[in-house]
């Protein structure tokens, strides 16, 4: 009972999740290419040589460190949020957001070898690994059944109810 109360919340934790997990895995090549593009390449050779000197403890600080600059920005995010400014800002998050998980993904493909070799932190990120195997696995389904009930393929009223209504727009579209 209490499952499957607490279904959709989980579903929702999950779609939250895997957004988070989608927005790393697409802004990664964004930020290679951005790398490409100006000299961060060069700074990212030179990033990787100092962490190979680094322990892998020194390195966690070199992977955090660069997030903490961002913290400002979101909180003036919720201040024009506060102060009723919602275009702006909801685009400062959004900025906020995107340039943290950018940062992040780039500084953590140099300095992940040398976190995995801290034990613990190897084993969170096998348990992320397969929290994000977990989501995906429990929103799937619906996301099945979201593209079924677009497509009109599956039997149930809202998939009868979408073919009728393709099949009146198409008929309207005729009549012109």
Same mark, same amino acid.
């Given at each position: 009972?209490?499952?499957?109360?607490l279904?959709?919340? #989980?579903?929702l934790?999950?779609?939250?999740f895997?957004i988070e997990?989608?927005?790393?895995?697409?802004?990664?090549?964004?930020?290679?290419?951005?790398?490409?593009?100006?000299?961060l390449?060069?700074?990212k050779?030179?990033l990787?040589e100092?962490?190979?000197?680094?322990?892998p403890?020194?390195?966690l600080?070199?992977?955090?460190?660069?997030?903490?600059p961002?913290?400002?920005l979101k909180?003036?995010?919720?201040?024009?949020l506060?102060?009723?400014?919602?275009l702006s800002?909801v685009?400062t998050?959004?900025?906020?957001k995107l340039?943290g998980?950018?940062?992040? @993904?780039f500084?953590?493909d140099?300095?992940?070898?040398?976190?995995?070799e801290?034990r #613990?932190f190897?084993?969170l990120?096998?348990?992320?690994l397969a929290?994000r195997?977990? @989501? @995906?696995?429990?929103?799937?389904?619906?996301?099945?059944?979201?593209l079924?009930i677009?497509?009109?393929?599956?039997d149930g009223?809202s998939s009868r109810?979408?073919?009728?209504?393709q099949?009146?727009?198409?008929r309207?579209h005729?009549?012109?």
């Amino acid at each position: 009972m209490l499952r499957r109360l607490l279904q959709p919340i #989980w579903v929702l934790l999950a779609v939250i999740f895997l957004i988070e997990a989608w927005l790393w895995d697409h802004l990664e090549p964004i930020v290679a290419r951005v790398v490409a593009l100006i000299p961060l390449h060069a700074f990212k050779q030179w990033l990787a040589e100092r962490v190979d000197t680094l322990s892998p403890a020194m390195t966690l600080i070199v992977f955090i460190v660069p997030v903490i600059p961002l913290f400002p920005l979101k909180l003036i995010g919720l201040y024009l949020l506060t102060h009723e400014y919602w275009l702006s800002a909801v685009a400062t998050i959004i900025f906020a957001k995107l340039l943290g998980v950018g940062v992040t @993904a780039f500084v953590f493909d140099v300095t992940r070898p040398k976190l995995l070799e801290m034990r #613990w932190f190897e084993t969170l990120y096998e348990f992320v690994l397969a929290l994000r195997a977990r @989501a @995906a696995a429990l929103v799937d389904p619906v996301k099945r059944r979201i593209l079924e009930i677009l497509r009109g393929d599956g039997d149930g009223w809202s998939s009868r109810m979408l073919r009728l209504i393709q099949r009146f727009r198409k008929r309207v579209h005729e009549a012109r």
